[in-house]
Protein backbone atom coordinates (compact mmCIF):
# COMPACT_ATOMS: atom_id res chain seq x y z
CA UNK A 1 0.00 0.00 0.00
CA UNK A 2 1.51 3.57 -0.60
CA UNK A 3 1.81 5.96 1.64
CA UNK A 4 -0.79 8.09 -0.34
CA UNK A 5 -3.41 5.11 0.29
CA UNK A 6 -2.19 4.77 4.12
CA UNK A 7 -3.75 8.84 3.91
CA UNK A 8 -6.95 7.44 3.34
CA UNK A 9 -9.81 6.65 5.57
CA UNK A 10 -10.43 3.46 4.05
CA UNK A 11 -13.60 2.26 5.79
CA UNK A 12 -13.97 -0.48 3.01
CA UNK A 13 -16.98 -2.96 2.80
CA UNK A 14 -16.97 -6.08 1.64
CA UNK A 15 -19.10 -6.05 -1.55
CA UNK A 16 -19.54 -8.33 -4.87
CA UNK A 17 -21.12 -6.95 -8.02
CA UNK A 18 -24.00 -8.98 -9.45
CA UNK A 19 -22.49 -7.45 -12.60
CA UNK A 20 -18.77 -7.63 -13.66
CA UNK A 21 -17.69 -6.52 -16.95
CA UNK A 22 -14.01 -7.76 -17.65
CA UNK A 23 -13.45 -3.70 -17.67
CA UNK A 24 -15.05 -2.62 -14.14
CA UNK A 25 -12.45 -1.73 -12.06
CA UNK A 26 -14.07 -1.60 -8.81
CA UNK A 27 -16.82 -4.54 -9.84
CA UNK A 28 -14.36 -7.39 -9.41
CA UNK A 29 -12.95 -6.23 -6.34
CA UNK A 30 -13.81 -7.96 -2.88
CA UNK A 31 -14.02 -4.78 -1.09
CA UNK A 32 -14.91 -1.54 -2.36
CA UNK A 33 -12.95 1.51 -1.08
CA UNK A 34 -14.48 4.58 1.13
CA UNK A 35 -13.62 7.83 0.82
CA UNK A 36 -14.97 11.01 2.38
CA UNK A 37 -15.07 14.44 0.52
CA UNK A 38 -12.28 15.92 2.12
CA UNK A 39 -9.84 13.02 1.19
CA UNK A 40 -11.47 13.33 -2.89
CA UNK A 41 -10.44 17.04 -2.35
CA UNK A 42 -7.30 16.57 -1.83
CA UNK A 43 -7.20 14.47 -5.01
CA UNK A 44 -6.62 17.23 -7.35
CA UNK A 45 -3.51 17.16 -9.52
CA UNK A 46 -2.41 15.22 -12.48
CA UNK A 47 -0.61 13.09 -10.42
CA UNK A 48 -3.53 11.98 -8.82
CA UNK A 49 -6.90 13.05 -10.30
CA UNK A 50 -10.07 11.64 -8.93
CA UNK A 51 -13.99 13.08 -8.41
CA UNK A 52 -17.31 11.98 -7.54
CA UNK A 53 -20.11 11.47 -9.51
CA UNK A 54 -23.74 10.60 -8.06
CA UNK A 55 -21.38 9.14 -4.79
CA UNK A 56 -19.53 6.66 -6.35
CA UNK A 57 -15.80 7.52 -6.66
CA UNK A 58 -13.79 7.98 -10.01
CA UNK A 59 -9.71 8.16 -10.37
CA UNK A 60 -9.29 9.37 -13.47
CA UNK A 61 -5.01 9.87 -13.60
CA UNK A 62 -4.69 7.74 -16.37
CA UNK A 63 -7.75 8.67 -18.38
CA UNK A 64 -6.72 12.80 -18.09
CA UNK A 65 -4.58 12.39 -21.89
CA UNK A 66 -7.25 9.85 -23.52
CA UNK A 67 -10.62 11.48 -22.33
CA UNK A 68 -12.40 12.16 -25.73
CA UNK A 69 -13.61 15.58 -24.60
CA UNK A 70 -10.23 16.70 -23.85
CA UNK A 71 -8.13 16.91 -19.98
CA UNK A 72 -8.61 20.67 -19.36
CA UNK A 73 -12.78 19.85 -18.93
CA UNK A 74 -11.59 16.81 -16.46
CA UNK A 75 -8.47 19.02 -14.46
CA UNK A 76 -12.01 21.53 -14.06
CA UNK A 77 -13.57 19.07 -11.49
CA UNK A 78 -10.94 16.99 -9.94
CA UNK A 79 -10.87 16.87 -6.12
CA UNK A 80 -14.88 18.11 -6.61
CA UNK A 81 -18.39 16.37 -7.23
CA UNK A 82 -18.97 16.01 -11.09
CA UNK A 83 -22.17 14.43 -11.23
CA UNK A 84 -24.12 17.68 -12.73
CA UNK A 85 -20.82 18.63 -14.93
CA UNK A 86 -21.02 14.99 -16.57
CA UNK A 87 -24.94 14.58 -16.99
CA UNK A 88 -25.04 17.92 -18.74
CA UNK A 89 -22.39 16.95 -21.55
CA UNK A 90 -25.28 14.02 -22.38
CA UNK A 91 -22.11 11.53 -22.49
CA UNK A 92 -23.31 8.68 -24.50
CA UNK A 93 -23.94 5.15 -23.12
CA UNK A 94 -20.26 3.80 -24.07
CA UNK A 95 -18.94 6.82 -21.76
CA UNK A 96 -21.01 5.48 -18.98
CA UNK A 97 -20.00 2.39 -19.76
CA UNK A 98 -16.12 3.78 -19.75
CA UNK A 99 -16.74 4.72 -16.47
CA UNK A 100 -16.76 1.14 -14.99
CA UNK A 101 -12.86 1.13 -15.69
CA UNK A 102 -12.53 4.32 -13.17
CA UNK A 103 -14.62 3.25 -10.87
CA UNK A 104 -12.70 2.79 -7.79
CA UNK A 105 -14.91 3.24 -4.74
CA UNK A 106 -17.41 5.52 -3.16
CA UNK A 107 -18.14 8.30 -0.70
CA UNK A 108 -18.76 7.26 2.57
CA UNK A 109 -22.37 7.17 4.22
CA UNK A 110 -22.02 10.49 6.53
CA UNK A 111 -20.67 12.24 3.29
CA UNK A 112 -23.09 11.00 0.74
CA UNK A 113 -25.79 13.33 -0.89
CA UNK A 114 -29.47 13.13 -2.98
CA UNK A 115 -29.42 14.24 -5.96
CA UNK A 116 -32.44 15.92 -7.82
CA UNK A 117 -32.97 14.69 -10.93
CA UNK A 118 -32.79 17.01 -13.78
CA UNK A 119 -35.75 18.85 -14.68
CA UNK A 120 -38.07 17.76 -17.83
CA UNK A 121 -36.86 20.74 -20.34
CA UNK A 122 -40.67 20.56 -21.63
CA UNK A 123 -43.90 20.50 -19.81
CA UNK A 124 -47.03 18.45 -20.50
CA UNK A 125 -48.94 21.90 -21.45
CA UNK A 126 -52.03 19.81 -21.82
CA UNK A 127 -52.08 18.93 -17.91
CA UNK A 128 -52.40 22.61 -16.79
CA UNK A 129 -55.19 24.99 -16.87
CA UNK A 130 -53.64 27.76 -18.04
CA UNK A 131 -51.33 26.05 -20.56
CA UNK A 132 -54.07 24.36 -21.87
CA UNK A 133 -55.84 27.80 -22.78
CA UNK A 134 -53.06 29.37 -24.32
CA UNK A 135 -52.78 26.10 -26.74
CA UNK A 136 -56.41 26.53 -27.53
CA UNK A 137 -55.83 30.22 -28.79
CA UNK A 138 -52.80 29.14 -31.07
CA UNK A 139 -54.35 26.05 -32.17
CA UNK A 140 -56.40 25.96 -35.43
CA UNK A 141 -59.59 25.20 -33.25
CA UNK A 142 -59.83 28.94 -32.51
CA UNK A 143 -60.46 30.36 -35.98
CA UNK A 144 -63.37 27.30 -36.25
CA UNK A 145 -64.93 27.78 -33.59
CA UNK A 146 -64.95 31.49 -34.09
CA UNK A 147 -66.01 30.87 -37.63
CA UNK A 148 -68.79 29.15 -36.56
CA UNK A 149 -70.13 32.11 -34.16
CA UNK A 150 -69.56 34.45 -36.95
CA UNK A 151 -72.07 32.40 -39.39
CA UNK A 152 -74.26 32.11 -36.47
CA UNK A 153 -74.46 35.50 -35.87
CA UNK A 154 -75.01 36.61 -39.17
CA UNK A 155 -77.94 34.02 -39.68
CA UNK A 156 -79.18 35.31 -36.41
CA UNK A 157 -79.30 39.09 -37.01
CA UNK A 158 -80.22 38.91 -41.48
CA UNK A 159 -81.40 35.73 -41.42
C1 LIG B 1 -14.89 8.73 -15.91
C2 LIG B 1 -15.66 9.72 -16.34
C3 LIG B 1 -15.82 10.09 -17.80
C4 LIG B 1 -15.78 9.30 -18.89
C5 LIG B 1 -15.55 7.79 -18.97
C6 LIG B 1 -16.01 10.16 -20.04
C7 LIG B 1 -16.04 9.72 -21.35
C8 LIG B 1 -16.33 10.52 -22.43
C9 LIG B 1 -16.55 10.04 -23.78
C10 LIG B 1 -16.48 8.58 -24.23
C11 LIG B 1 -16.80 11.12 -24.56
C12 LIG B 1 -17.13 11.13 -26.07
C13 LIG B 1 -18.60 11.44 -26.27
C14 LIG B 1 -19.52 10.40 -25.65
O1 LIG B 1 -19.36 9.19 -25.98
O2 LIG B 1 -20.39 10.77 -24.85
C15 LIG B 1 -16.72 12.29 -23.71
C16 LIG B 1 -16.90 13.58 -24.14
C17 LIG B 1 -16.88 14.67 -23.33
N1 LIG B 1 -16.77 14.68 -21.97
FE1 LIG B 1 -16.46 13.07 -20.79
N2 LIG B 1 -16.16 11.44 -19.62
C18 LIG B 1 -16.07 11.45 -18.26
C19 LIG B 1 -16.19 12.53 -17.41
C20 LIG B 1 -16.44 13.80 -17.83
C21 LIG B 1 -16.64 14.93 -16.96
C22 LIG B 1 -16.64 14.86 -15.44
C23 LIG B 1 -16.81 16.03 -17.76
C24 LIG B 1 -17.05 17.47 -17.39
C25 LIG B 1 -16.49 18.04 -16.39
C26 LIG B 1 -16.72 15.60 -19.14
C27 LIG B 1 -16.83 16.40 -20.23
C28 LIG B 1 -16.85 15.97 -21.53
C29 LIG B 1 -16.96 16.87 -22.68
C30 LIG B 1 -17.04 18.39 -22.65
C31 LIG B 1 -16.98 16.05 -23.80
C32 LIG B 1 -17.07 16.50 -25.25
C33 LIG B 1 -18.52 16.50 -25.67
C34 LIG B 1 -18.67 16.91 -27.12
O3 LIG B 1 -17.67 16.98 -27.83
O4 LIG B 1 -19.82 17.12 -27.52
N3 LIG B 1 -16.50 14.23 -19.14
N4 LIG B 1 -16.45 11.90 -22.43
Given at each position: MSSGDAMLVQTTVAR?????PADCNACNMEELKRFSRK???ERNTKQQAMFIIHNQVYDVT??????PGGHEVL??????DASTDFI??????????MMKKYHIGEVIDKDKITYQKAKAAWVDSERTGESANDSFL???KFPVVLGLLMTLLYTYIFG
Open positions: RFRNTEIAKFLDDHLDVIGKDIGHSSDANDNSW
